[in-house]
């Protein structure tokens, strides 16, 4: 063989090799972009693309769906989301944002039903109630977020939005329901009220409470078990003997005397006017209308928020209601740059600096960081997220089977079996 001859074939092999390595470099790009462009939650594979960008020189339309909630200013949370999105839009001016409010009563049902039209708006901000991940046609937030933007999020709440470790939506407040507890009575029971506070209490010291208690004074009123948390207890693998002795406690408190035995007794009634020492399972909201009615000066109670006392051997649970913004793929959808608008808008809202709404409803604020300031029933709320086992609220059944359980018509027994327990 000539010497250019063994050049050419040289040249020949090296090409070969550079275009097997052309080739290999290719399919291992190819399958990381592959990869990168789904994420597994369970058995689903869904399809995404976290490095999309807003495209600035396309006018983007979306669809956003909020709630109207119940603050004291009427309009007042239309007008804070109306300049919350007039505050996104001077940041992104390409992206004209058009708002629908639902009503708090059957908001989800009509979610519910464009997710099957595929109808959906491209952002849903839930009250309360977070709808289950709709595989189909939700996105899953957490590939488009850094590090940095996550760690703005309250971890433990945020863990509940989560499935397979993979957030699915954006966080922006939770909260859980809390007591409220007669200053006077707690401290006559020699409870430090500070430290039930921040590391909680549990039934031994309700019922050491109702024996320091003065004749016509009931040891708590209201609500102290309910069916949404029986419920929640049975869906995430709880044990029937905890919600056993859950319900033979508080039947046994009724029975003794330390309970009103009629749902309907007027709890915060009672409360104000000294005939109560707990006011048990309220919502943060029933909480402030009760510190406004305080600031009339005609009661003369001090009342201090509390957590939900735990059962004596058993682990702390807290039920966690919260707001979460979803992102949806619809009809409308265009392109991967498209839901990249809808993710910046979910993140925008969700970590929104003005706290006024999650303030007035008494609701910890979801993201983390200096500015955030809250009061004494915030702190509560987030002592009792920091240090509790958290699980979503499920829908409620079975309130007449409660009541009954209250008046001394059921058994634990009955209850038990009445609700699936």
């Known amino acids: 063989m000539k010497r250019g001859e063994a050049m050419i074939v040289v040249y020949r092999r090296t090409g070969v090799i550079l275009l097997l390595i052309a080739m290999f470099a290719i399919g291992f790009l190819g399958a990381f972009v592959y990869q990168r462009s789904r994420v597994k939650i369970g058995e689903h594979y869904i399809r995404i693309n976290p ?31 109306r300049k919350a999105v007039r505050d996104f839009q001077q940041k992104f001016p390409n992206i004209r944002v058009e708002i629908k409010f639902l009503d ?23 009250f309360y109630s977070v709808p289950d991940f ?27 939005y989560s499935v397979d470790g993979v957030l699915c939506s954006f966080p922006r407040w939770t909260s859980v329901n809390v007591w409220v507890g007669n200053r006077k009575w707690l401290e006559n029971a020699d409870l430090n009220i500070e430290k039930l506070q921040r590391y909680g209490w549990d039934w031994n010291d309700l019922q050491k409470l109702g024996t320091r208690l003065p004749k016509g004074v009931y040891a708590l009123a209201g609500y102290p078990i309910n069916d949404g948390f029986l419920q929640t207890l049975r869906e995430s693998g709880k044990r029937t003997p905890e919600v056993k002795a859950l319900l033979e406690l508080v039947a046994g408190m009724a029975k003794g005397g330390k309970i009103p035995a009629k749902l309907e007794h007027q709890p915060i009634a009672g409360f104000l006017e000294g ?4 006011l048990a399972g309220i919502r943060p909201l029933t909480y402030r209308k009760i510190m406004q009615n305080m600031a009339g000066g005609q009661y003369g109670v001090q009342p ?34 498209h ?55 499920q829908e409620n059944e079975g309130f007449e089977l409660i009541k009954d359980l209250f008046e001394g018509k059921a058994s634990t027994e009955t209850v038990i079996e009445g609700m699936n327990l």
Request: with cysteine; hydrophobic share 40%; proline share 6%.
């Open 275 to 278: 005939k109560v020492a707990c």
């Open 304 to 337: 201090v928020v509390l957590p939900v006392p735990r059962l004596p051997g058993f682990e702390e649970i807290q039920v966690v209601d919260g707001g979460a913004i979803h992102v949806y793929r619809n009809k409308y959808t265009r392109g991967d740059d």
């Open 339 to 393: 839901v990249a608008a809808a993710m910046a808008l979910g993140y925008f809202l969700s970590t929104y600096q003005d706290m006024t709404p999650w303030n007035a409803l008494g609701v910890l604020p979801g993201r983390r960081d200096e500015t955030v300031v809250v009061d004494e029933l915030q702190m509560v709320i987030d002592a009792a997220l920091s240090r509790s086992r958290l699980l979503k609220r």
């Open 104 to 126: 708090l009563l059957n908001g989800e049902k009509e979610l519910r039903q464009a997710l099957v039209r595929n109808e959906a708006p491209d952002v849903y901000a839930s």
């Open 134 to 160: 709709y595989y189909l046609r939700q996105i899953p937030v957490g590939p488009f977020l850094t590090k940095e933007e996550k760690e703005r999020f309250h971890q433990r709440a945020a863990a509940l």
């Open 51 to 81: 490095t999309a960008k807003i495209n600035p020189e396309k006018q983007y339309r979306l669809r956003l769906w909020d709630y109207r909630l119940p603050l004291d200013s009427g309009d007042g949370y239309t007008r804070y989301l």
